[in-house]
């Protein structure tokens, strides 16, 4: 199970190499400890917790390689997947070793040990300061790993992209997602490689998906033929507290929940101190939404999404079809 960091803790646990020689350590000594796997050498010069390193899910993984890039190139303009981490937006099924950066002056895109430069035309409006870098905006961020991730990935970026600019408690704004699909898609006219993909990701993505494993379903309920299901259904309880569902099946009078582990066991996103009160507080949750509603509940996880046909399967067992 990974953890998160936030943008303070990639600071914080990045140690340069003069840090780490004032400590009584040798050039010698780094080396044994980066192979014996002690320390990560992130970038040149600047290295990690081996034991940090390997408890963290991609998204923080990444966030660290543009803060040691950054300390030896801070007029670096990030873009892709490095833009992504300094958004916020999910890495969804990558492993992307390279930090990305923008080249100027250049009509091909160049790859170094640990760096891929692009070769792009962005306007200076989508040149914008995150967390004190530079890097592209968000909907040019979007733009990008739309049109070059594979699908899954795509979806779960612009999805979180959406909701970061048009959702606010479980609803999302109409007027704002309008404009920013109009955004997305006006950069979908030029001839761009993935262009028709990019295409696919402002028209269909919806902000309302809290996680990557959220978007993925949405996808494969697509790809199955569910094309009635409504998303994060409001639910009051009997005592007056507001539930949101991830996914409701009218035909089947059934609910759907993506239950990813981390809502139990990430001390950042369960909502309860321990992962013990956690599963009672969703099962309590549960139990209040088959009162009031009477209908049922169907959960799945990361293992049923990884197919369409694995997540059609789980949906059957438990009387869930696609409408004819």
Known sequence: MGKRITVEDA????????QLLDTGLTDRMLEGLVREGRLIRVHRGQYVDGATWR????????????FAFARSSPSAVFTHAS???LWGLPLYGMRDDFVHVLIAGSRHSRRAPGVMRHALVVHEDDITIRHGLRCT???????????????????AVGDAALGAAAVSHHVQDAERAALWRDDLLARCGTGARGVRQARWVARFADGRAELPGESVSRLRLHQ?????????????????????????FPGAQKFGEFDGEAKYLEPDLRAASTTAEAVLAEK???DDVRGVTGWGFARWGHAHIRTVESLG???????????R
């Open 83 to 85: 833009a992504a981490a």
């Open 284 to 286: 309590r949750r549960e």
């Open 313 to 323: 399967s789980r949906l059957a067992a438990f009387g869930i079809h696609p409408s």
């Open 11 to 18: 600071g914080n646990l990045l140690r340069g190499r003069s």
């Open 55 to 66: 408890s963290l899910w991609e998204e923080g993984r990444h966030l660290l390689r543009v």
């Open 224 to 248: 199955l033929g569910f094309r009635d299901v409504a998303l994060q259904v409001p639910v009051t309880g009997p005592a007056g507290d507001e539930y949101f569902v991830d996914f409701g």
């Open 137 to 155: 905006s968000l909907v040019r961020t979007t733009f990008d790993l739309a049109r070059t991730l594979p699908r899954e990935g795509a979806l």
